[in-house]
């Protein structure tokens, strides 16, 4: 099963629905419960940043047998280093963003510990995509 | 216990999703920083901060947390009160500092 997501940018009133939109689908599926928790926090970060950080972009999820992948490409500023960027606290948030809650810098290393798989590619001036793989068994 | 039930004996406000009243509660998480919480709160768990607005409807519908308690006298927004209603996640108010209202919800599902 493949799924497309467009996600506005800068629009924080619809943030997150595309995560929402997956989960409701994983859970008439009836995927376990656990699993569906990882591929929640880990699209919903991502998703987040992209709203945030890069001015919205596409999300693709493939959804097979035993694993959910998900690609999220961007157009927005890219990430000069990726290493620093994925340090727990590392943030670049705006005060605005950091007031409503974001910008705790844990995004990333949110990903990478509920994900089974995670992909970073970004150019500056080009955009990021980020990769998520997480297995259903 | 439900929501409704801590609600009748913590003397929170209700102010939004009332769908959810018969959500169970098992736990509960403090935070106001999101990524804390998407990695830390748990399914059932109660979530009291001072986040209100849209955007803690969204992670705690995610996550499945049984309400939202906002602290402090801190208010929902608009946006955040039809979100909630749409999603059936009760918001509760009250005046208490985070720290009371852990007190408080302790006491009440811990016995
Ligand atoms: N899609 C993206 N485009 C451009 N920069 C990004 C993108 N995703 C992440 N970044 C950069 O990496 C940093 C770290 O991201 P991370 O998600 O870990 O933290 P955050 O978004 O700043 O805060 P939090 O996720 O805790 O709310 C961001 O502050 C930003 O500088
Ligand atoms: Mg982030």
């Known amino acids: 099963m493949k799924l497309h997501y467009q996600v506005d940018g800068d629009n924080f009133l619809v943030a997150g629905e595309a995560s929402a939109s997956l989960k409701r689908t ?9 699993i569906i928790r990882k591929i929640s926090i880990s699209m919903y970060e991502a998703e987040m940043n992209m709203v945030i950080h890069a001015y919205g972009g596409v999300i693709d999820v493939e959804l097979s047998a035993d694993k959910v992948a998900i690609i999220l490409k961007d157009t927005g500023p890219g990430i000069p280093d990726i290493e620093l960027a994925m340090k727990e606290g590392y943030s670049t948030a705006t ?19 509920y994900s089974d798989y995670l992909n970073v590619y970004s150019e500056v001036g080009v955009g990021t995509t980020v990769e998520i793989t997480v297995y259903l068994t | 216990m439900t929501i409704k039930e801590l609600i009748r004996s913590a003397e929170f406000e ?18 106001d920083l999101l990524s804390f919480v998407m990695a830390h709160a748990k399914e059932k768990d109660v979530w009291v901060t001072i986040q209100g607005h849209i955007n803690s409807v969204a992670v705690a519908s995610l996550l499945g947390l049984s309400a939202i308690i906002l602290s402090e006298g801190v208010a929902a927004d608009s946006e955040m009160i039809k979100k909630a209603d749409e ?9 208490l500092s985070s720290f009371d209202v852990v007190c408080k919800v302790s006491g009440v599902i811990r016995t």
């Open chain 1, 26 to 34: 994983l859970k008439q599926l009836g995927i376990d419960a656990s």
């Open chain 1, 95 to 113: 005060h605005e963003i950091r007031e409503l809650g974001f910008g705790a810098g844990m995004g990333l290393p949110n990903m990478k510990r």
């Open chain 2, 87 to 95: 999603e059936g996640i009760p918001i509760l108010r009250t005046k």
């Open chain 2, 14 to 31: 209700i102010v939004a999703g009332e769908k959810g009243m018969d959500n169970e509660v098992e736990g509960g998480y403090v935070g």
